[in-house]
C-alpha cells in the first residue's frame, strides 16, 4: 500500500460557538490552553506541507470561520497548490461568507445535520436555532454555486432518524453524505452509554450498503466505520458477484476503512500531528518537525501502517486490509490502538481467542 499523504484536517482553532455532544475537541467559544496560532505561523504550515505533497486540507475546527484569517489561510494554500476545503456547522454563515470562499477559491465545504428536525438536531448540537442555521447554509450555497457535501454523526439518541437524514441531505442539494459514526473522544467521552451497539451498527451498515447500490449520482459513504468494507464485500459475495481484495472499489474511489496515519492526518491547533481527527495521540508536533519528516518517520504513524502489529480479532481477520477496524475506538475503549476493533460483532474464521 502506497503512504501517500491524500487528505488533512486542519484544526485552525478550537473556538465554537456550539457546545455539541460528541464534540471530539470539547470546543466551546472561550478554551484556556488551546490559543489560536498566527496567520504567519499558518502560512508557514501551510509552505511545510506544499514542499512534502499536495494533500486536500480541510480548514477546520472548531468553527473556523471564528477565525478572521480564516481565507487568507486558503488562499495561501491554494497558491501553494493545495485542494482547500472548508468544514462548518453553518450557523455563521451569511451571503458575504459566501462571496468569500468564493473568492478564495474554496472547492468544497462541508455542513452538519445530525437531525431530520430542529429538535433533534438542535438537542445533539446544544443550541436551539442550530438547524435552521444548516439549513439557511445549505440555501445560500445553491445560490450562490458553492458545492457542499452533509457530514452526519449518530449515537443512540438519533440513530432512528438515519434515513430520514439520509433522505435530507439530498434533498438539500449536497453533492455528498457522509454517515459517522461516532468515537468517544473530547466530549464523546462523557456519552459512552449512548454508543451505538455493534448488532445495531452492523444492520446500519448493511442498511447503508442496500441503499448506496441504489445511488448513481450521489456520493454516500460511512465514515469512521472501517468494518462497512468487510460488510459490502460479505453481501457482495452473498449475492453473487466475484470480489477481490485486490479490486474492491466504491464510489468514492477508495478501498479500505480505517486510513488513519496511512493516507490521512489531522494538525491540531497546538501543532501536534495525529492519526486522523479522534486519534489523541501525536506522532509529532509540526512546529518541531517537518510534515515530511512526521509522515515518513514517526513511529506511531509506522505501527498504524503494519497490520502484522494488529491484535485479538483484527489481527486475525482475513478482511484485516480491506477494513483495518477503527484504531482510535480501539485505543478509546482498550487504551491501546493495535487491539481489536471494539464495536465490530465479526468473528474471524482464524481467530482462536487462546492465542
Not at 31 to 53: C, K, Q, V, Y
Not at 98 to 103: H, P, T, V
Not at 246 to 257: A, D, E, I, Q, V
Request: glycine share 8%; hydrophobic share 35%.
Amino acid at each position: 500500500m502506497d503512504f501517500e499523504l491524500k487528505w488533512l484536517a486542519w484544526e485552525i482553532t478550537r473556538r465554537c460557538n456550539l457546545r455539541c455532544v460528541h464534540c471530539r475537541s470539547s470546543s466551546a467559544l472561550e478554551i484556556e490552553g488551546h490559543p489560536d496560532f498566527s496567520t504567519r505561523e499558518g502560512m508557514r504550515i501551510l509552505d511545510d506541507i506544499s514542499r512534502f505533497a499536495k494533500p486536500v486540507v480541510v480548514l477546520s475546527g472548531g468553527e473556523p470561520l471564528l477565525r478572521k484569517d480564516v481565507f487568507d489561510l486558503a488562499a495561501h494554500g491554494k497558491d501553494k497548490g493545495l485542494r482547500m476545503c472548508l468544514a462548518t456547522n453553518g450557523t455563521l454563515v451569511t451571503p458575504e461568507i459566501c462571496d468569500r470562499i468564493k473568492e478564495a477559491d474554496i472547492k468544497m465545504v462541508s455542513l452538519s445535520l445530525d437531525g431530520s428536525t430542529a429538535e433533534i438536531h438542535d438537542n445533539f448540537r446544544n443550541q436551539p436555532g442550530a438547524f435552521e442555521g444548516t439549513i439557511n447554509a445549505a440555501r445560500l450555497f445553491r445560490e450562490k454555486g458553492i458545492n457542499f457535501l452533509i457530514n452526519s454523526s449518530f449515537t443512540k439518541r438519533n440513530q432512528e432518524d438515519i434515513p430520514n437524514v439520509y433522505r435530507l441531505a439530498k434533498k438539500m442539494g449536497a453533492t455528498a453524505w457522509y454517515m459517522f459514526m461516532i468515537v468517544p473522544t473530547g466530549r464523546g467521552e462523557d456519552i459512552m452509554e449512548e454508543l451505538i451497539s455493534p448488532d445495531d451498527y452492523e444492520a446500519i451498515l448493511r442498511w447503508h450498503y442496500e441503499m448506496e447500490k441504489s445511488e448513481d449520482t450521489f456520493l454516500v459513504r460511512p465514515t469512521c466505520a472501517p468494518h462497512y468494507y468487510r460488510v459490502r464485500m460479505q453481501m457482495a459475495r452473498q449475492e453473487g458477484e466475484k470480489v477481490q481484495h485486490r479490486t474492491l472499489k466504491f464510489s468514492t474511489g477508495g478501498s479500505k476503512g480505517c486510513l488513519a496515519g496511512q493516507l490521512i492526518a489531522l494538525i491540531d491547533v497546538d501543532g501536534n500531528v495525529l492519526p486522523c481527527s479522534y486519534f489523541p495521540l501525536a506522532a509529532g508536533n509540526i512546529g518541531k518537525a517537518s510534515m515530511k519528516e512526521i509522515w515518513e518517520n514517526s513511529d506511531l504513524f509506522k505501527e498504524l501502517r503494519n497490520f502484522s502489529g494488529y491484535k485479538g480479532r483484527c489481527g486475525s481477520c482475513e478482511y484485516i486490509r480491506v477494513c483495518g477496524g477503527c484504531r482510535a475506538r480501539a485505543y478509546a475503549l482498550s487504551g491501546d490502538y493495535l487491539s481489536e476493533e471494539p464495536f465490530c460483532n465479526y468473528v474471524p474464521r482464524r481467530y482462536n481467542p487462546g492465542e
